[in-house]
Structure formats: C-alpha cells, structure tokens
C-alpha cells in the first residue's frame, strides 16, 4: 500500500499529475476540492455552506472539510493500493486531522509531493482551464486540449469552466494559499515526508521526474 499527498498552490497541476499517478501506480485518486464541488452540486447542507467560501476563493473551514473528506480518506486508504490524497490538508489543523485519521487506520504515509509553480504561469493555466462536468479530468484550451473540443477523452461527457476560475478569484485563491497552506509545507518537512519538484515543464515531464522519485521509495 502506497499513500501520498500532492500539494502545491492553485493551478500547480494537482489534478492533473495525480490522475495520471493514481492510473500508473493503480491509485485511488482523491481531490478535496471535487468533493467539495459534488457536495454544492447535490445542493446539500454542507455544500451550500461550503459554496459560501468556495465561490469567493476561501478555504471551506477546517471542521466542515474534514468532516465531508474524513470517510472518504479511510474508505479510500482502505479498500485500495492506496491513495493520492490532493488538496487536503490545506491547513495546519487539517494536517494534524490528517495525521489522526491516518493513524486511527495504522496507515502511514510515504511521500508528500509539492509542485512549484510561479504566479503569473498559474494564471495562464486557470483562466483556460477546462474541466469535465462527468469525471473531473483538467485540461487546457492551448496545452492540453481534448482530442474532441469541449468533449472529455475519458468519459465523453461535456467540459465547462470552473466557477472560481475567474481572475479575481485566482488571485484571492493565490493569497490564501501563501498565508494558509504553504505553512503545511513545513509540517512535512520536519517529518521527512516533503519532495519539491519543479512543476513549469510539460506535463508528461513532470510527471517523468515524480514516477521516478516514488518508484525509488517502493511504489509499484
Ligand atoms: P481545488 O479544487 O483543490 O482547487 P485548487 O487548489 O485551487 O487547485 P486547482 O484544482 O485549481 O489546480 P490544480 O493544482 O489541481 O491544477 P490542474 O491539474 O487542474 O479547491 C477549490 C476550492 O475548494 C478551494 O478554493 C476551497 O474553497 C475548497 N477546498 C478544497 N479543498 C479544501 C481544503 N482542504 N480546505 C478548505 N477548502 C478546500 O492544472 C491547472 C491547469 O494547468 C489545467 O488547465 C492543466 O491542463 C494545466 N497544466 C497542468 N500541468 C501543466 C503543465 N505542467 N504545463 C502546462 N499546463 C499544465
Ligand atoms: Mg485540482
């Protein structure tokens, strides 16, 4: 079993390495924020109070989150090879979250990877962005298109663009990843979890240099 966590700001490319991580290493992939984003579309009392932050680029507070991703996390570690956990913990309390729930399960985590990406590159990549509606597979109008426009490779269903993709919104969630989630970075740090990677190559290079840094720590 082999569980990891994908951070990096807005935009980094999370989604985008984890899925590809999740399909090379037989992975579950688990992006947060689709949860949150399913939660708002099934209109439930948890989704709208999160949309109430979502919408404005805030973090949904840490007890509303932990309490929509903590099932999921165990079902997740549990029931398969093991998981790419990306976009929580977002905050020092959710990593410490995080680290209980995990230990509740005697599961360990092996590999805390962060990509680095410059500002001015993560408003490029998110003002075109596409997203599919059916699986949440990201793509790109210019450097990662589908194959057929606005329609998803994987499950055929229809793309759209995120709703906090908006500049003002990006720059909000910019802002508040410096003040809230870099300082996660350094949780991980001082455990001997955290690698940084340059995440500006293309796609498929990036994920060349991660493959081989988690094959060198045992994945499979
Ligand atoms: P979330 O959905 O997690 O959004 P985010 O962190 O802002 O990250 P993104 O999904 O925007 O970017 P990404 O790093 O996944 O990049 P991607 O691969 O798509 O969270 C949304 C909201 O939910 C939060 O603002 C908050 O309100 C709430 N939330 C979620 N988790 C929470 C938590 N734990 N606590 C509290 N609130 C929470 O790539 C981006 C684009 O770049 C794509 O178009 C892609 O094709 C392109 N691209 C990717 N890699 C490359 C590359 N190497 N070169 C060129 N283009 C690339
Ligand atoms: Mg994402």
Request: glycine share 10%; net charge negative.
């Amino acid at each position: 079993m082999f569980n990891m966590l994908i951070m990096g700001p807005p935009g980094a490319g999370k989604g985008t390495q984890a899925q590809d991580l999740a399909k090379r290493f037989s992975l579950r992939h688990l992006a947060s924020g689709d949860v949150v984003r399913s939660e708002v579309d099934g209109g439930t009392p948890k989704g709208l109070e999160a949309n109430e932050y979502m919408k404005d680029g805030k973090l949904v507070p840490d007890v509303l989150m932990t309490s929509m991703v903590a099932d999921q996390i165990k079902v997740a570690c549990e029931s398969s090879n093991g998981v790419v956990l990306d976009g929580y913990p977002r905050t020092l309390p959710q990593a410490e979250s995080l680290t209980k729930i995990l230990g509740e399960c005697g599961i360990e985590m092996r590999a805390v990877v962060n990509l680095k990406v410059p500002g001015q590159e993560i408003l490029d990549r998110l003002v075109f962005r596409l997203t599919c509606h059916g699986c949440n597979r990201v793509y790109h109008r210019n450097n990662n298109p589908p194959k057929v426009e606005g329609i998803c490779d994987d499950c055929g269903k229809g793309l759209k663009i995120r709703p906090d993709d908006n500049e003002q919104v990006i720059r909000e969630r910019l802002r508040v990843y410096e003040e809230q989630t870099a300082p996660v970075l350094k949780y991980y740090e001082e455990r001997g979890l955290l690698k940084e990677f340059d995440g500006t190559p293309p796609i498929g290079e990036v994920f060349q240099c991660v493959v081989q840094y988690l094959q060198k720590l045992g994945a499979e």
